[in-house]
C-alpha cells in the first residue's frame, strides 16, 4: 500500500473548496437524494453501535458468576430504594407548611382547574369569614371549615383564592356542584 503524505492545510483548503463547488453545482434532486443517503449511512452505523452495546451487555450478563449477579441485584434495590426515600422526603418537606397547597394542585390536576392558593391566603379567608361557614354560619370550632369552590371546578371554576370560600361539611356537600 502506498504511503500518502498527511495534507498539508493549504491542500485540505483547496480540497474543501472543490467539495463545496462540486455540492453547490449539484441538482436538487440529486441534493436531496445524497442528503437522504448520508442521513441512512449515519442512522445505519448508529444502530449497529447500539446493537454492538446490547450485545457486549448480554455477554456480560451471561458470564457475570452469582456473586457479581447478587451485587448487582444489591446495588439496583438499594439505588431504587434511596431514589424512593428521596422523593419522599422531599414530599414531607414540602408539604409541611403546605399541605393545604398540595391537595390544591393535585386537585387541579385531576380534574383541570387552573390557578392554586396558599395556606396562607386560605388562614387569612378565614379570618375574613370570621371563621364562620358561609351557609349556616356555624363557627369553625363548632364544625370544621372546608374548602368550597364558589364556580365548581367541574363547571370551569379556578382555584384561585377569589373563587374560594370557607363551608362546613354538611354545607359543602349539599352545595355539590351547584352554583
Ligand atoms: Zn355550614
Redesign the pocket.
Given at each position: 500500500m502506498a504511503y500518502r503524505l498527511p495534507m498539508t492545510p493549504e491542500q485540505r483548503k483547496r480540497k474543501n473548496a472543490s467539495i463545496v463547488a462540486w455540492r453547490s453545482r449539484q441538482s436538487p434532486e440529486k441534493k436531496s437524494e445524497r442528503l437522504r443517503v448520508e442521513l441512512e449511512r449515519k442512522r445505519s452505523r448508529s444502530e449497529s453501535k447500539k446493537e454492538a452495546e446490547r450485545a457486549a451487555t448480554r455477554i456480560r450478563r451471561a458470564c457475570a458468576t452469582p456473586e457479581q449477579k447478587e451485587r448487582a441485584r444489591i446495588t439496583t434495590n438499594e439505588s431504587r430504594k434511596r431514589r424512593r426515600d428521596q422523593f419522599n422526603a422531599w414530599q414531607r418537606e414540602y408539604a409541611k407548611g403546605r399541605g393545604h397547597y398540595l391537595r390544591v394542585i393535585r386537585r387541579a390536576r385531576t380534574k383541570g382547574s387552573v390557578g392554586s392558593y396558599t395556606n396562607q391566603e386560605w388562614e387569612e379567608l378565614k379570618a375574613k369569614c370570621e371563621f364562620k361557614?358561609q351557609?349556616?354560619g356555624?363557627h369553625d370550632l363548632e364544625?370544621k371549615l372546608t374548602v368550597d369552590h364558589i364556580i365548581p371546578v367541574s363547571k370551569g371554576g379556578s382555584s384561585w383564592i377569589q373563587n374560594i370560600q370557607p363551608?362546613?361539611k354538611?354545607?359543602n356537600s349539599k352545595k355539590g356542584a351547584r352554583l
Amino acid at each position: 500500500m502506498a504511503y500518502r503524505l498527511p495534507m498539508t492545510p493549504e491542500q485540505r483548503k483547496r480540497k474543501n473548496a472543490s467539495i463545496v463547488a462540486w455540492r453547490s453545482r449539484q441538482s436538487p434532486e440529486k441534493k436531496s437524494e445524497r442528503l437522504r443517503v448520508e442521513l441512512e449511512r449515519k442512522r445505519s452505523r448508529s444502530e449497529s453501535k447500539k446493537e454492538a452495546e446490547r450485545a457486549a451487555t448480554r455477554i456480560r450478563r451471561a458470564c457475570a458468576t452469582p456473586e457479581q449477579k447478587e451485587r448487582a441485584r444489591i446495588t439496583t434495590n438499594e439505588s431504587r430504594k434511596r431514589r424512593r426515600d428521596q422523593f419522599n422526603a422531599w414530599q414531607r418537606e414540602y408539604a409541611k407548611g403546605r399541605g393545604h397547597y398540595l391537595r390544591v394542585i393535585r386537585r387541579a390536576r385531576t380534574k383541570g382547574s387552573v390557578g392554586s392558593y396558599t395556606n396562607q391566603e386560605w388562614e387569612e379567608l378565614k379570618a375574613k369569614c370570621e371563621f364562620k361557614c358561609q351557609m349556616c354560619g356555624r363557627h369553625d370550632l363548632e364544625r370544621k371549615l372546608t374548602v368550597d369552590h364558589i364556580i365548581p371546578v367541574s363547571k370551569g371554576g379556578s382555584s384561585w383564592i377569589q373563587n374560594i370560600q370557607p363551608l362546613c361539611k354538611p354545607c359543602n356537600s349539599k352545595k355539590g356542584a351547584r352554583l
